[in-house]
T-cell receptor, first 112, second 113 residues
Framework: KAGVTQTPRYLIKTRGQQVTLSCSPI?????VSWYQQTPGQGLQFLFE???????NKGNFPGRFSGRQFSNSRSEMNVSTLELGDSALYLC???????????FGPGTRLTVL | AQSVTQPDIHITVSEGASLELRCNYS??????LFWYVQSPGQGLQLLLK??????LVQGIKGFEAEFKRSQSSFNLRKPSVHWSDAAEYFC???????????FGRGTSLIVHP
């Protein structure tokens, strides 16, 4: 099976812009989670989608949003970008309730 | 809610030396336990996992971990470290109630030649 894929791998934006990141889970996986990773804050959970519904949400402002499509592919959107949004955004998929997650390579977002 | 503590932010070892990375968790029942490794700028790769049964689990790249219920620990070990093991290591705990594990802050492993 192909692994989790994320596009794009690298992105440079300026403050105030918005960005959309994409994640394709492993075939058959219905749960997709998003994480933000920064040197200062570590790995922080953004949200999780399961069968097109947001099931869990972390403590992030409303500028961060996501959705999941019927084929389980997921997108996350960040509006009105701030410098502090510069981070590695990781997507992970899972197919069962044992919390085992499979991670993609991440999207490196730089906000200038 | 469950929590995970990785007490060591950085660990430095010499190549060929043994390694032990510590992980302590807080959860009332038997959790699902994971160790992940992350190379710079990459995603997380699963090293090993514990769900039930034998408390000593073997993983990839020569790593093993031991679940000790009495100490609420799941320490990662390797008998002989290679320079390529230099990376960030994350311990995670899940409870099965959702698909989302809780991650520790990570331990950065530095390997000296």
């Amino acid at each position: 099976k192909a692994g989790v894929t994320q596009t794009p791998r690298y992105l440079i934006k300026t403050r105030g812009q918005q960005v959309t990141l994409s994640c394709s889970p492993i075939s058959g996986h219905r749960s997709v989670s998003w994480y933000q990773q920064t040197p200062g804050q570590g790995l922080q959970f953004l949200f999780e989608y399961f069968s097109e519904t947001q099931r869990n949400k972390g403590n992030f402002p409303g500028r961060f949003s996501g959705r999941q499509f019927s084929n389980s592919r997921s997108e996350m959107n960040v509006s009105t970008l701030e410098l502090g949004d510069s981070a590695l955004y990781l997507c992970a998929s899972s197919d069962r309730g044992n919390n085992e997650q499979f991670f993609g390579p991440g999207t490196r977002l730089t906000v200038l | 809610a469950q929590s995970v503590t990785q007490p060591d932010i950085h660990i430095t070892v010499s190549e060929g030396a043994s390694l032990e990375l510590r992980c302590n968790y807080s959860y009332g029942a038997t959790p699902y336990l994971f160790w992940y490794v992350q190379s710079p700028g990459q995603g997380l790769q699963l090293l090993l996992k514990y769900f039930s049964g034998d408390t000593l689990v073997q993983g990839i790249k020569g790593f093993e971990a031991e679940f000790k219920r009495s100490q609420s620990s799941f320490n990662l070990r390797k008998p002989s470290v290679h320079w390529s093991d230099a990376a960030e290591y994350f311990c995670a705990v899940g409870t099965g109630g959702s698909y989302i594990p809780t991650f520790g802050r990570g331990t950065s492993l530095i390997v000296h030649p």
